[in-house]
């Protein structure tokens, strides 16, 4: 999806990513300051869920440092990431849209699927 909205940006104002984040391939080295800069145009709202299974905490953390923490200082607030406490990759659907795939390799969110939603929401 972020491809999509990569290679059509100005048919968007920006995006929210859950369970999922922007690809390496977007973002690059300053060498003259150090700091981490986005080839990517949509401003881009990251979900990160503590408890997702499949959208690892490295990679959250990862991109809470690249997009947040060390970016170039003319991003500063496109890319926010957002840590959600207890939600899992499941949290972000509905429960009949779970794959076996997901149900397999997910973990346990520890907050009930309403709690995950009212925290998505907020």
Do not use: C
């Given at each position: 999806?972020?491809?999509?909205?990569?290679?059509?940006?100005?048919?968007?104002?920006?995006?929210?990513?859950?369970?999922s984040?922007l690809?390496?391939?977007?973002?690059?080295n300053?060498?003259?300051?150090?700091?981490?800069?986005?080839?990517?145009?949509?401003?881009?709202?990251?979900?990160?869920g503590s408890?997702?299974g499949?959208?690892?905490?490295?990679?959250?953390?990862?991109?809470?440092?690249?997009?947040?923490v060390?970016?170039?200082?003319?991003?500063?607030?496109?890319?926010?990431?957002v840590?959600m406490?207890?939600?899992?990759?499941?949290?972000?659907?509905?429960?009949?849209?779970?794959?076996?795939?997901?149900?397999?390799?997910?973990?346990?969110?520890?907050?009930?699927?309403?709690?995950a939603?009212?925290?998505?929401?907020?």
């Amino acid at each position: 999806m972020a491809d999509y909205v990569h290679q059509n940006y100005k048919l968007f104002k920006g995006q929210i990513l859950m369970g999922s984040g922007l690809d390496r391939k977007y973002r690059h080295n300053d060498n003259s300051t150090g700091y981490t800069v986005w080839d990517y145009k949509v401003p881009t709202l990251t979900l990160a869920g503590s408890r997702d299974g499949l959208y690892r905490i490295t990679r959250n953390a990862e991109a809470y440092w690249h997009q947040v923490v060390h970016v170039a200082r003319n991003q500063v607030g496109q890319f926010p990431v957002v840590w959600m406490g207890g939600l899992s990759h499941a949290s972000y659907m509905d429960e009949s849209m779970l794959t076996s795939f997901v149900k397999s390799n997910d973990l346990k969110a520890d907050v009930s699927q309403d709690a995950a939603y009212r925290q998505i929401s907020a």
